[in-house]
């Protein structure tokens, strides 16, 4: 009836609200995730340690000072420092032009940007043999001027910059195209020019996802197995990366020492972890 009044009686207010999915239902879904990771991720990152120390802390030790072994994380860090520097300039660089500016070709370059995520890394090694193997098409005219690229330092490069390519350009393009021109055409409009403009206003408002794209691309510089190992020769000591040794180890049977090494790899990843939550946590409360 029209102007009718609607009364509500106490009991009708202390009535929680209506909640679309039944609290057994949501801890039931709640518990499959949990058993789930704790069945694929936790247990065998636990097995990893329990193997490692299984022959005590002093076997566990040696095998991380052994020569081989430091020179492989040695190896790992410097292509990391090389890999990502590099995949940071460019995804700001692509980042930038996909969002900021319309030209023919936008959504080709997107699309190459995320071919790595579509490739595997193993015929990613294997482009780079065919380009510059002894055999390739490169190959003879580069052995003739005394450069090698691959089973040596720059083949690697080449491959883990391949394969962690779309990480901070995926991760710019979409935080920017969000953002619009505005505050750069604001500030051109009063007589910025383009670095100034880039330092001063762009790069404050991505820092938090061109941080977040680094750590990302950090990680998979580090863990990358399949085109390293192509391209690698696994030469030991000298072109063998930490994931590469681990596979070494394990093949010669030395399981405690392959584990010991491999703990190393889950530490840092652990830690890539607690820096991505620590970059998140600033990102959402700089909001």
Known sequence: MAGAITVFSKEDAKRPKHNTE???????????????????????????????????????????????????????LIIAL???????????AAAWAISKFSFKGKNFLITL???????????????????????????????????????????????TIFVTVPFVARELIPL?????????????????????????VTLP???????????????????????VSVVSGHIRGQTNTLPLHVEILYNEYQFSAAFAVASLLVMLAVLTLIVKAIVEWKSSSSH
């Open 22 to 76: 039944q609290r057994g239902i949501q801890w039931l879904l709640i518990g499959i995730a949990l058993l789930f990771i704790g069945l694929v991720v936790v247990l065998p990152l636990v097995s990893v340690f329990v193997e490692a120390f299984r022959k005590g802390a002093g076997m566990y030790f040696k095998a991380l000072v052994e020569p081989d072994a430091l020179s492989a994380l040695k190896l790992t």
């Open 82 to 92: 090389i890999a990502v520097p590099v995949n940071t300039v460019f995804g700001v």
């Open 113 to 159: 940007i995320d071919l790595p995520f579509a490739v595997s890394p193993v015929i990613a090694g294997l482009v780079y043999i065919l380009l510059f193997g002894a055999q390739g098409y490169l190959g003879p005219w580069l052995g003739e001027q005394g450069i090698q690229i691959v089973f040596a330092i720059p083949g690697i490069v080449l491959a």
């Open 176 to 200: 920017m195209q969000a953002q619009g021109v505005q505050e750069e055409e604001a500030a051109a409009s009063l007589g910025a020019r383009g670095w100034s403009i880039f330092w001063k």
């Open 205 to 227: 408002n991505i820092k938090w996802g061109l941080l977040y794209g680094i750590i990302l691309s950090n990680a998979r510089a580090m863990g990358e197995f399949g085109a």
